[in-house]
Nanobody, 111 residues
Framework: QVQLVESGGGLVQAGGSLRLSCTAS????????LNWHRQAPGKQREWVAG???????YYKDSLKGRFTISRDNAKNTVYLQMNSLRPEDTAVYYC?????WGQGTQVTVSS
């Protein structure tokens, strides 16, 4: 059974940083890619970034330069480093793997 557990969210002032973590179980982590999505209040969930098993990285265009995705296969964990945060980054951030979602972690950026 696939389980994805996110952590690292919180309240931060604009311009601040957060690092989100997603720890996976029930998969052969090193063989698969994972993605981050987010859902802001009143908006549809959107894709944020993804990383393949081989380390290929992809970002939503508007987030390039501020967000960095990485993975640690030894810890079965994918990270999302978010810098220069803006109020519009406020959302619940979700880890996604093959139709499986984590429970999400809330990120709130105050102006």
């Amino acid at each position: 059974q696939v389980q994805l557990v996110e952590s690292g969210g919180g309240l931060v002032q604009a311009g601040g940083s957060l690092r989100l973590s997603c720890t996976a179980s029930g998969i052969i982590f090193s063989l698969d890619g994972l993605n981050w999505h987010r859902q802001a209040p009143g908006k549809q969930r959107e894709w944020v970034a993804g990383i393949s098993s081989g380390g290929d990285i992809y970002y939503k265009d508007s987030l390039k330069g501020r967000f960095t995705i990485s993975r640690d296969n030894a810890k079965n964990t994918v990270y999302l480093q978010m810098n220069s945060l803006r109020p519009e980054d406020t959302a619940v951030y979700y880890c996604y793997y093959k139709q499986n979602w984590g429970q999400g972690t809330q990120v709130t950026v105050s102006s």
